[in-house]
C-alpha cells in the first residue's frame, strides 16, 4: 500500500509559477513510474509529466518547456515546478504511483491561474 500527500496549489496570475509536492509513504520498494496528471472541470483526468524511477521523463506536448518533474528518491518526494502559467493550465493536479499490477492517487491539490 502507498500512500500520497499533494501539496502545493493555490491561485497564481498569468505567467507565474508554482511548485507541486508530493510525498509518499508506504511499500516504495515496489514503484516504478511517477507522475502528475490534472483534471479540469469537464475534461478528462490527462497526464501533465512522468518520471520513472530511472529518472526518465515525458511531458505532456502542452507543458513542455514550462513544466519540470523531478523526483527524490531517497525522500520519497515527487515534485512538479511550473512555470509560464496559463489559464488552460487551471485544474485539480493529482499525484500518481504505479507499482506493478497497482495504481495509487493522491488527493489532489488546486491550482487556479487567473486572468
Known amino acids: 500500500q502507498v500512500r500520497l500527500v499533494e501539496s502545493g496549489g493555490g491561485l497564481v496570475q498569468v505567467g507565474g509559477s508554482l511548485r507541486l509536492s508530493c510525498a509518499a509513504s508506504g511499500s516504495m520498494f515496489s514503484i516504478g513510474v511517477t507522475g502528475w496528471y490534472r483534471q479540469a472541470p469537464g475534461k478528462q483526468r490527462e497526464l501533465v509529466a512522468s518520471i520513472t524511477s530511472g529518472g526518465w521523463k515525458n511531458y505532456a506536448d502542452s507543458v513542455k518547456g514550462r513544466f519540470t518533474i523531478s523526483r527524490d528518491n531517497a525522500k520519497n518526494t515527487l515534485t512538479l515546478q511550473m512555470s509560464s502559467l496559463k489559464p488552460e493550465d487551471t485544474a485539480v493536479y493529482y499525484c500518481?504511483?504505479?507499482?506493478?499490477?497497482?495504481?495509487?492517487w493522491g488527493q489532489g491539490t488546486q491550482v487556479t491561474v487567473s486572468s
Open positions: 500518481n504511483a504505479k507499482a506493478g499490477p497497482w495504481e495509487y
